[in-house]
């Protein structure tokens, strides 16, 4: 009899009360459950400070862990969470959805027995709307969940794949088309997704005035969209077309007006402003008038719907243009490059055997080096010696603890390495040998030949090519003259290095452009 398969919980949060609302009812089903449960649940703290405890319920025990990730965006928090999971499938949930009691039983019965062809098992999403009265634009909004196709509130993907698809786009920094995009890629793959029959609930959580006004950021992340799946995506997504058509219209006749004005002392000129202004009203009467006629209209909810129904196409119109400049040149997340950064005396200054997190000092640029390459979509890792915790110096948790200090003053990095062992101890992974490299590029699903490794000495050098990874040496004081003159690619300080890797991405992206028109 084969084993049920086994699965991890990863929570994206940035805080909020919810969490321990969810992880309460979470934590309560995994125990009424009959059989194994989740190896772990992490949560993915992605506050981009350090801020007040993560509201955790006092019985959640070993099962549940933190990691940091930096402020980020729920994409990469997710590439986080999975990146830290070993078990067959890695089970996404929201951190203000409500598991029902039976969720953890209903989902090992939707694991079990799926073809290896089923790459994903998505859940079933309810969300209470008001019984007394009529749902509110927001509220009708957060309802259709109830139909979405592969949202992340529940869905649960094979491990494997996440690591061959390189998981989620981080380009995509809101919650926002970032699950489409990854299930289109692995529908794309020629693996297939199903629904399953656990059940969660998603309430619709308090918004402010002008939350309608804010969403409309997600025209920027239709462009990416339209950029990595062509323009058929909405069919292929199971997504409707939206207003964005009507969206021009009304902004062009408001512009129309506007140009208009100068010309209002001639008869034409009053005519063409008085048509333009007719037909921006028009359009916007019937805007409003769609979004008001299934709602309460309140007074509140009336005037939120009039004032934001005039906002919202030149909003709609400003995002569009915002993220094609953003996304001219996007290539395929799979594409993109991992970086790997050696830590000593390239991230943080060399304090040798360190093992006092208030003795880490980063080095000066590094947190814009690796702030541009995370707002470009490149993962970024460190692989890093670390041999006074085989001489004794240090312990394992010493290298721990400097390393989340680490995080906390650069941010957070899609994956650690590092070699607890001595040169005589004849491991695989101390640099110059390969095996941290190629441990962290296995991790994160990448070939080592995508990889970038930036270091300030010869072995750092050494163990890229070994793994057949790109190297480039950004020397220090103790860089010999004989390792600057070894290496193939040298850059004098972190930004030269990042322009370095930025420039043959850039490079690459156009060549697949030209060979896509032709």
């Excluded at 869905?155 to 699950?179: C, I, N, P, Q, S």
């Excluded at 994956?415 to 962290?440: Q, S, T």
Aim: hydrophobic content about 45%; aromatic content about 4%; overall charge positive.
């Amino acid at each position: 009899m084969s084993r049920p398969p086994s699965y991890e919980i990863v929570v994206p949060t940035i805080g909020r009360h919810s969490l321990g609302v969810m992880l309460e009812a979470l934590l309560a089903s995994i125990e009424a459950a009959p059989g194994p449960g989740p190896k772990a649940i992490w949560l993915v703290d992605d506050r981009p400070d350090a801020g007040p405890p993560l509201p955790l319920p006092d019985h959640t025990g070993p099962l549940v862990r933190v990691l940091r990730s930096g402020g980020r965006g729920p994409a990469a928090a997710r590439n986080t969470g999975w990146a830290a999971t070993k078990a067959d499938w890695t089970v996404f949930l929201d951190d203000d959805v409500v598991p029902s009691p039976e969720w953890a039983a209903d989902l090992a019965a939707d694991l079990a027995g799926l073809p290896p062809e089923v790459a994903g098992s998505q859940g079933r999403v309810t969300v209470p709307l008001p019984p007394d009265r009529r749902p509110t634009d927001w509220e009708r909004n957060t309802a259709g969940l109830e139909e979405a196709a592969w949202i992340t509130a529940d869905m649960a993907y094979r491990r494997k794949v996440l690591a061959a698809t390189g998981g989620f786009d981080e380009r995509f920094r809101r919650a926002f088309r970032e699950d489409a995009d990854l299930a289109l890629r692995v529908l794309d793959a020629g693996f297939r997704l199903v629904r399953g029959e656990r059940r969660i609930t998603h309430p619709a959580r308090p918004a402010g005035f002008w939350i309608s006004l804010r969403m409309q950021k997600g025209n920027a992340d239709d462009v990416l969209m339209t950029r990595l799946h062509g323009r058929d995506w909405r069919e292929r997504a199971q997504e409707h077309n939206g207003r964005f058509g009507r969206h021009v219209l009304t902004t062009a006749a408001a512009l129309a007006a506007l140009a208009a004005v100068p010309a209002l002392r001639r008869p034409a000129g009053r005519a063409v402003a008085l048509g333009a202004v007719a037909a921006w009203a028009a359009l916007t009467a019937e805007f409003a008038a769609v979004r008001l006629r299934p709602g309460p209209r309140t007074a509140g909810e009336t005037a939120r719907m009039l004032v934001t129904s005039v906002a919202i196409p030149p909003a709609a119109i400003g995002h569009r243009l915002r993220g094609t400049l953003a996304h001219r040149t996007a290539g395929p997340w799979g594409s993109r490059p991992v970086v790997l950064f050696d830590r000593d005396d390239t991230l943080i200054r060399d304090v040798p055997y360190n093992g006092d997190p208030a003795r880490v000092e980063p080095m000066p640029g590094a947190r814009d080096a690796l702030d541009r390459l995370r707002r470009n979509g490149v993962r970024v890792g460190v692989v890093s010696n670390q041999s006074g915790v085989a001489k004794g110096r240090i312990t394992a948790k010493d290298v721990l603890r400097v390393n989340a200090r680490v995080e906390e003053l650069l941010g957070g990095f899609d994956v650690w390495e590092f070699c607890p062992h001595d040169n005589a101890d004849g491991c695989g992974c101390r640099k110059p040998r390969p095996g941290l490299i190629e441990r962290a590029a296995a991790r994160l699903g990448a070939d080592p030949a995508d990889c970038v490794v930036i270091g300030d000495i010869g072995g750092d050098m050494q163990a890229a090519a070994a793994a057949g990874a790109r190297g480039i040496l950004v020397p220090t004081g103790r860089t010999r003259p004989e390792e600057v003159s070894a290496a193939r690619e040298v850059a004098g300080d972190l930004a030269a290095a990042v322009d370095l890797v930025l420039g043959a991405r850039r490079a690459r992206s156009a060549r697949g452009v030209r060979r896509t028109a032709r």
